[in-house]
């Protein structure tokens, strides 16, 4: 199981740690070093900085979002970022929520998502293989564009850039039992949100028939520590704000994600006390029992016996995220 480095997205400003926690990571052994966006900081850019201040490392988006940019763009800035670092981009995407990609991006969240996360990958494969103009009639994307109030001036073209990879990595975040099984079926990766090691039959019926070095690589919070309550709360938080605020109460997959996996109502009474603005209620109300399944918290006897449980399961890589250049090293012994 590889090691990845996961630095999220940035809070009220740039964390001046990343840079040097990337660094570490290189030093220490670990495959990858992975950013993600929301409604602030974007993906790309901190990665750019990171891979002009390593050589090794492979740099991922874990996730970047697809309303953000179209299909093209975003192949624009892989290819772009693959060809600067020497190979060693990998591209993650996700939808996110009709929250953010109506409210914060102003785009309709598309009725289909599986359609729409399918013709995305479509165009972004196009362009890095550059056998020809990109070329599509999608439902959700078109190339060349033909809506009521195109000009019909619109020409198929290819990049004037040849790409590095053809075969650049795509992974894709998905968390229903239906995304779940078709990106098995096209993409190279999945990035789950929660995993629970002793879960796994959660997302069993979606991970049939996995293609050949399909990688896995859920994030999770690992953190080297004497008490485990609190060690956990930074997860309760987490939790806490991803179930109570990252969705409507009527259409929130990460608490659905959580029903399934068999915590049905103290998701409910998470997003219930999250909406009504009392958000400390909300994250004590996470049971540590679902944060410590999903996270790596505790002394190093603790980790190391529970990593062996994450390392016999169908994971390929663990996306680190962890708050000191300590835990880095102490995951990196523990897994050599």
């Not at 950013?35 to 050589?55: K, N, V």
């Not at 929130?252 to 409910?268: I, S, T, V, W």
């Amino acid at each position: 199981m590889r090691l990845g480095l996961a630095l999220g997205y940035w809070g009220r400003g740039p964390d001046p740690r990343h840079l040097e926690l990337a660094q570490d990571a290189e030093r220490l052994g670990y495959d990858s070093v992975w950013t993600a966006e929301s409604w602030g900081s974007d993906a790309f850019t901190p990665l750019t900085w990171i891979a002009a201040h390593t050589s090794r490392i492979r740099l991922g988006t874990a996730i970047a979002q697809m309303a953000a940019r179209s299909p093209t763009t975003t192949a624009m800035h892989a290819l772009t970022l693959d060809h600067l670092s020497g190979g060693r981009m990998m591209l993650g995407l996700g939808l996110s929520g009709p929250q953010v990609v109506e409210g914060w991006y102003g785009r309709p969240f598309p009725r289909s998502p599986l359609t729409a996360t399918r013709e995305y990958v479509d165009v972004v494969r196009q362009v890095l293989r550059r056998e020809g103009p990109v070329e599509t009639d999608g439902r959700f994307h078109a190339h060349p564009y033909r809506g009521e109030d195109a000009t019909g001036l619109g020409k198929p073209l290819k990049p004037i850039t040849h790409p590095l990879r053809a075969d650049l990595p795509i992974l894709l975040g998905a968390e229903g039992p239906k995304n779940i099984a078709q990106t098995t079926r096209i993409a190279d990766g999945w990035l789950p949100l929660y995993w629970s090691p002793t879960r796994t039959d959660v997302y069993e019926a979606s991970l049939t028939d996995l293609p050949e070095d399909f990688v896995i690589a859920p994030m999770a919070r690992v953190t080297v520590c004497d008490d485990v309550a609190e060690g956990l709360l930074p997860v309760k938080a987490m939790l806490g704000f991803y179930i109570g605020g990252m969705g409507h109460a009527k259409r929130n997959f990460h608490a659905d994600l959580m029903a399934r996996m068999g915590y049905a109502d103290e998701a409910r009474r998470v997003q219930e006390l999250f909406l009504a603005g009392r958000r400390e209620e909300a994250v004590l109300a996470v049971p540590d029992a679902f944060a410590d399944e999903i996270s790596l918290v505790g002394p190093r006897g603790r980790i190391a016996e529970r990593l062996e449980l994450w390392r016999k399961g169908p994971v390929t890589d663990l996306l680190v995220l962890a708050p000191d250049p300590h835990t880095l090293r102490v995951l990196a012994e523990l897994n050599s």
